[in-house]
């Protein structure tokens, strides 16, 4: 069983920043990606990285704003949010795919992953 343990969420201001965490016990540089839900709507991609560290972004709006790193060393994937807006309320989760090398694309899709953390609330007031 793999384990990820996301960290990091809170309320903010507008405008403000946070950094999430996802520490995973799966070692050795799998795919990985940032999601989030937010109530009423459907669970969307918000980041991805492969295990050569090439990245993603799916969405424009966050695109300019969000930026995704890992830490091999630490097993640990990151999200640096800024210019937060109320719009980014969700809960935010991470996941780990069973590969490395993916169409950067396909990562968009949550069923490339197989193990998810439990999430970490964002809300952005404003």
């Known amino acids: 069983q793999v384990h990820l343990v996301e960290s990091g969420g809170g309320l903010v201001q507008a405008g403000g920043s946070l950094r999430l965490s996802c520490t995973t016990s799966r070692a050795g540089g799998y795919a990985m990606g940032w999601f989030r839900q937010a109530p009423g709507l459907e669970r969307e991609s918000v980041a991805a990285?492969?295990?050569?560290?090439?990245?993603?972004y799916p969405t424009d709006s966050v695109k300019d704003r969000f930026t995704i790193s890992r830490d091999s060393a630490k097993n640990t994937l990151y999200l640096q949010m800024t210019s937060l807006k109320a719009e980014d309320t969700a809960l935010y989760y991470c996941a780990v795919s069973g590969g490395r090398y993916y169409p950067m694309t396909s990562l968009w899709n949550a069923d490339e992953y197989d193990y998810w953390g439990q999430g970490t609330q964002v809300t952005v007031s404003s």
């Open positions: 990285i492969s295990g050569l560290g090439t990245t993603t």
